[in-house]
């Protein structure tokens, strides 16, 4: 590495007498080497070995470098890898935290990030009580037993499982086990974006298709895939943010025409909550699929992070090359297990989402709006002019304490999407609504 010009605030300089204190405030030609401390820098140095001398030597010295020229040296941080380097730092969502710290106040209503207001299993819940006392252990690092359960509730082996810290770490597994850089994915645009920030972020191609309308496109898809190779296609059904789905005749012959060395990632984070005819039946030896749960949304548990795989035992043995072995936390572990048992429970949040985005769809009928039929726990409703509009209506709704969010892309971003949330979340909803509308409109 070429030396530079360096500011310092403080150098000690080791001598056989012990450390010397250069003068602050110098700046002298030193050449970065290693630290694990980003504001301590080591550097070689040529400066004066004796006061007053013309002799000079090269020796090391620590440099603890001012704020100013750690936020500099950080940005440009040579440590980084040229992708790592070329990316920027980004968050897929903003956080509902994030804007009511901005804000300085909390939302009444929390309807924007697809969660289960309906909340966890009393049984998932009196698991996770127990567990509590036992987060001294770490978690199992293979979740046998949450593997085991889930296996036996698809009927299919364990070896067929794998088991992560949501959907969003596992497709970001899968990523790093097939992409190398510039190696082609194919998504919809619009669709889910955590899957193209972990793609950006192992350097991946990506290629997107139009939805069809409000669905994502199965046949675009594939044909986009056949024209630039694809390793990787993305399909989520029933669909964020748009809450369309596809029935079991669709997806089947979607996975039939996946090309040869493509595989296709079939993300099913809601599917509990769509008719029951929508998952088709897939073979868990199939190699051209693998397909992504969750207990985020229908199990009530986004916080405690788990989601899983279903896939043939080849490519589920092979996250174990990559995974965190240790990611799972013990709470969520025994939450899970004693949810994916609780079939009585989900059962009544299937009942009370199909109540919220009924309530969803006849507030947005009562102020001349278009709500989007609904195969998730959340409605997306049609505003009926361009993004801009829904953009100034979803932020008139944020200021009135109700979060909701909104598609990304246009032609989708004429719409806002709200959660299905309690009686009372829905009652300010309502309430805030058509104000929102006026002052956009204005």
Same mark, same amino acid.
């Given at each position: 590495?070429? &030396? ?6 403080? +150098?000690?300089?080791? /001598?056989?007498?012990? !450390? ?5 405030? /110098? ?28 002799? +000079? ?9 001012? &704020? ?23 968050? &897929? ?33 009196? #698991? ?18 949450? /593997? ?7 009927? +299919? ?7 992560? *810290? ?9 990523? /790093? ?11 919809? #645009?619009? @669709? ?22 409000? !669905?994502?496109?199965? %046949? ?21 943010? =748009?809450?369309?789905?596809?029935? &079991?005749?669709?997806?089947?012959? =979607? ?11 079939? $993300? ?7 008719? %029951? ?5 897939? @073979? ?13 949304? #229908? ?14 035992? $080849? ?13 799972m936390n013990r709470i969520g572990q ?12 989900? *059962? ?9 985005? $009924? ?6 009928? *009562? ?18 002019? $361009? ?16 979060? +909701?969010? =909104? ?14 949330g309690t009686p009372a979340d829905l009652?300010?909803?309502? =309430? ?11």
């Amino acid at each position: 590495m070429a &030396p530079k010009a360096l500011s310092y605030t403080s +150098v000690k300089i080791r /001598r056989p007498e012990g !450390f010397a204190t250069l003068g602050t405030n /110098r700046a002298v030609a030193a050449a970065p080497l290693v630290t694990k401390n980003p504001r301590l820098l080591i550097f070689s140095m040529s400066i004066p070995l004796v006061a007053n001398s013309s002799h +000079v030597g090269m020796i090391f010295a620590i440099a603890r470098l001012r &704020p100013s020229r750690l936020t500099s040296y950080m940005v440009n941080d040579p440590r980084l890898t040229s992708l790592a380097a070329s990316l920027s730092a980004s968050v &897929p969502f903003v956080g509902p935290e994030a804007q009511e710290r901005a804000r300085k106040q909390l939302f009444t209503a929390r309807l924007g990030a697809n969660e289960s207001v309906f909340g966890p299993s009393p049984k998932a819940i009196a #698991a996770m009580q127990k567990a509590a006392s036992e987060t001294w252990m770490y978690a199992d690092p293979e979740s046998h037993d949450l /593997r085991c359960a889930i296996a036996e509730h698809h009927g +299919v082996d364990p070896a067929h499982i794998m088991v992560g *810290e949501g959907i969003d770490t596992l497709l970001g597994y899968l990523v /790093r086990l097939t992409i190398n850089a510039g190696d082609a994915v194919v998504t919809s #645009a619009g @669709a889910y974006p955590t899957f193209n920030y972990h793609v950006a972020g192992f350097g991946g191609d990506l290629h997107t298709v139009p939805y069809a309308g409000d !669905f994502e496109d199965p %046949d675009r898809l594939i044909a986009k895939a056949i024209e630039v190779a694809a390793k990787l296609i993305y399909l989520s059904n029933p669909d964020n943010p =748009m809450g369309s789905w596809h029935g &079991p005749e669709t997806v089947t012959r =979607m996975i039939s025409n996946v090309p040869l060395g493509s595989l296709l990632i079939l $993300d099913e984070a809601y599917i509990e909550l769509a008719p %029951d005819d929508t998952a088709p039946i897939i @073979a868990p030896t199939d190699p051209r699929v693998i397909r992504m749960r969750t207990f985020s949304k #229908a199990h009530g548990m986004a916080g405690a992070r788990i989601g899983y795989a279903i896939g043939c035992a $080849d490519l589920i043995r092979a996250f174990d090359k990559i995974r965190n072995h240790f990611g799972m936390n013990r709470i969520g572990q025994a939450g899970a297990l004693a949810a994916i048992q609780d079939t009585d429970w989900l *059962e009544h949040v299937r009942t009370q989402v199909t109540q919220a985005r $009924d309530r969803i769809m006849r507030i947005a009928l *009562e102020n001349g709006l278009v709500p989007l039929p609904s195969a998730t726990n959340f409605v997306t409703i049609d505003c009926g002019k $361009d993004g801009d509009f829904a953009r100034a209506v979803l932020a008139e709704l944020n200021a009135q304490g109700i979060f +909701v969010r =909104m598609p990304f892309l246009s032609p989708q971003d004429r719409c806002i999407r709200v959660s299905a949330g309690t009686p009372a979340d829905l009652d300010a909803f309502q =309430m805030a609504l058509p104000r929102a509308l006026a002052i956009a409109r204005a």
